[in-house]
């Protein structure tokens, strides 16, 4: 239990650490190094990057060594899809039905954001924190958790777009996407919700 435990300890790390862009695309991934940092066996470390591996987000090349993969942007294009087809379906669901305490948990979030724009991490955070709310108004919420920790592609992407010039706009489009439910009709919440997405 204690192996399944690291294993997965492992996999999360450098899960994380790949999406933050800590690890890069073509950066070499040395098992016993990365064991070694954490405090754990190369057993459980080589798990986790078969695994990662298996995810798309690690390439194994035998007689070579283990690298960060590219962000594959077909696998990339899939997960959108899903993401923009669920969420548009919840937000037109909450569409014109929410209470004045909703409407204004939602306006909190975006009051966060410009204190947030320089700093990618937390604004990473508050982009989740925003878009999260509409499958807890549903009672969904396990169904953005199990998109953010499955969807590697898209996740790498958005930590990207944050390092750039995009950051200042999310604010933006996050009140486009409330205004859009608060007075829209289903197709301005599908454009709102299809410009911030793609």
Do not use: W
């Not at 192996?3 to 098992?31: C, F, H, V, W």
């Not at 016993?32 to 798309?56: C, Y």
């Not at 209470?99 to 410009?114: D, F, I, K, N, W």
């Not at 409330?178 to 997405?197: C, M, P, Q, W």
């Amino acid at each position: 239990m204690a192996s399944l435990s690291a294993r997965e300890q492992a996999y999360q790390t450098i899960r994380s650490r790949i999406i933050t862009m800590e690890l890069k695309p073509g950066d070499p991934l040395n098992d016993r190094e990365l064991a070694e940092q954490m405090g754990i066996s190369r057993t459980p470390m080589r798990e986790a990057l078969i695994m990662l591996n298996i995810a798309h987000m690690v390439t194994i090349k035998p007689q070579s060594g283990t690298y960060v993969a590219p962000i594959d942007l077909e696998l990339m294009e899939m997960e959108q899809f899903a993401r923009f087809t669920l969420e548009k379906e919840l937000l037109n669901h909450i569409r014109g039905r929410l209470t004045g305490e909703q409407e204004r948990a939602y306006r909190r979030v975006l009051e966060s954001h410009p204190e947030a724009e320089n700093r990618e991490t937390r604004m990473l955070d508050l982009d989740n924190a925003f878009h999260r709310r509409a499958f807890e108004l549903c009672g969904m919420e396990g169904h953005f958790d199990h998109m953010l920790s499955t969807f590697q592609h898209i996740e790498r992407l958005r930590k990207f777009s944050l390092q750039t010039d995009e950051n200042k706009s999310v604010c933006g489009a996050h009140t486009r996407i409330l205004e859009a439910v608060l007075h829209g009709t289903e197709e301005d919440v599908s454009r709102a919700l299809s410009e911030h997405l793609h």
